[in-house]
T-cell receptor, first 111, second 118 residues
């Protein structure tokens, strides 16, 4: 699985968009970008994933650059409940293997 | 979405005792389950992969005789920490894979079990 790089922490004002970047310059053609988050003392929660097109669901949007070497997770209107550690994970589209978690980005949403 | 439960949510035990943690997939059959461990202020680290009906595959550095994994049914995997010591105190999280869901939401995570060994 390709290595990912994320900033260790970010702050965001409540109600504003939170844009979380992820670099994955060694991503290969068949690898997807997944985003999970972990709220304190809970198990990780799936957010979104994509291959090369931008994706949107009820939780977030995922913007992947054309060269696929980086992506941005967008929480359009952050709330205090979005305070969590966000993990960007790159891997192939098989669920047979475990996910490899890096150190993620700790997002603090401020009131 | 699919639900994975863990029991107990937290446990305190004396050093030298064994602790069993259950991981259940509530509305799907999980052919594969994963066990992770997370120490304070650190990320999740994979301990082992549990496949229904076969032996678990352990990651390097994880003692298979200390962390016994049983995946006897498609909805239940158990992790037993044998002869627990204070350094085993951690947050144990399982995840389960729904083979019929394909890649999307490949794994569903349980809420975690916090183990404190005194």
């Amino acid at each position: 699985d390709a290595k990912t790089t994320q900033p260790p922490s970010m702050d965001c004002a409540e109600g504003r968009a939170a844009n979380l970047p992820c670099n994955h310059s060694t991503i290969s053609g068949n690898e997807y970008v997944y985003w999970y988050r972990q709220i304190h003392s809970q198990g990780p929660q799936y957010i979104i994933h994509g291959l090369k097109n931008n994706e949107t669901n009820e939780m977030a949007s995922l913007i992947i650059t054309e060269d696929r070497k980086s992506s941005t997770l967008i929480l359009p209107h952050a709330t205090l409940r979005d305070t969590a550690v966000y993990y960007c994970i790159v891997r192939g589209e098989t669920g047979r293997r475990a996910l490899t978690f890096g150190s993620g980005t700790r997002l603090q949403v401020q009131p | 979405g699919a639900v994975v439960s863990q029991h107990p949510s937290r446990v305190i035990c004396k050093s030298g005792t064994s602790v069993k943690i259950e991981c259940r997939s509530l509305d799907f059959q999980a052919t594969t389950m994963f066990w992770y461990r997370q120490f304070p202020k650190q990320s999740l680290m994979l301990m082992a992969t549990s496949n229904e009906g076969s032996k678990a595959t352990y990651e390097q550095g994880v003692e298979k005789d200390k962390f016994l994994i049983n995946h006897a049914s498609l909805t239940l995997s158990t992790l037993t920490v044998t002869s627990a010591h204070p350094e085993d105190s951690s947050f144990y999280i399982c995840s389960a894979r729904d083979p019929y869901k394909g890649a999307k939401e490949t794994q569903y995570f349980g809420p975690g079990t916090r183990l404190l060994v005194l």
